[in-house]
């Protein structure tokens, strides 16, 4: 058994500790140390945002293709546009993939404030 068996307030893993003090009380830190853990948490969250597949879904959707066996292989604006042959599902693609920059962004300020 590891040293963290049971979840409860007084028994938790450090790291959720440091999470849960760095998303409600990032704004009142001025540790260099906070500053840190807040850039990693964002760029965490910007990852799990930005991980989402927009073209691969919308594409197998639209036209019941696997993107990433046609054309180029990348999961993207472009590639969409040609498997699909559609300007609509490229500039649907493009725009919630900006969306998606955004939103990250937005998350964090939000979050961590």
């Given at each position: 058994m590891g040293q963290y068996t049971r979840f409860n307030e007084a028994n938790?893993?450090?790291?959720?500790?440091?999470?849960?003090?760095?998303?409600?009380?990032?704004?009142n830190t001025n540790s260099k140390h906070w500053n840190v853990l807040a850039y990693i948490i964002a760029g965490g969250i910007g990852y799990l945002i930005g991980s989402f597949p927009t073209a691969y879904f919308l594409v197998k959707w639209k036209s019941?293709?696997?993107?990433?066996?046609?054309?180029?292989?990348?999961?993207?604006t472009l590639n969409s546009y040609e498997v699909?042959?559609?300007?609509?599902?490229?500039i649907i693609v493009l725009l919630v993939d900006l969306f998606k920059g955004v939103l990250a962004i937005l998350v964090v300020k939000a979050v961590l404030g």
């Amino acid at each position: 058994m590891g040293q963290y068996t049971r979840f409860n307030e007084a028994n938790q893993p450090l790291i959720l500790q440091l999470i849960f003090i760095i998303l409600f009380n990032a704004h009142n830190t001025n540790s260099k140390h906070w500053n840190v853990l807040a850039y990693i948490i964002a760029g965490g969250i910007g990852y799990l945002i930005g991980s989402f597949p927009t073209a691969y879904f919308l594409v197998k959707w639209k036209s019941n293709v696997d993107i990433r066996n046609a054309g180029s292989g990348n999961v993207g604006t472009l590639n969409s546009y040609e498997v699909t042959q559609s300007r609509v599902v490229g500039i649907i693609v493009l725009l919630v993939d900006l969306f998606k920059g955004v939103l990250a962004i937005l998350v964090v300020k939000a979050v961590l404030g």
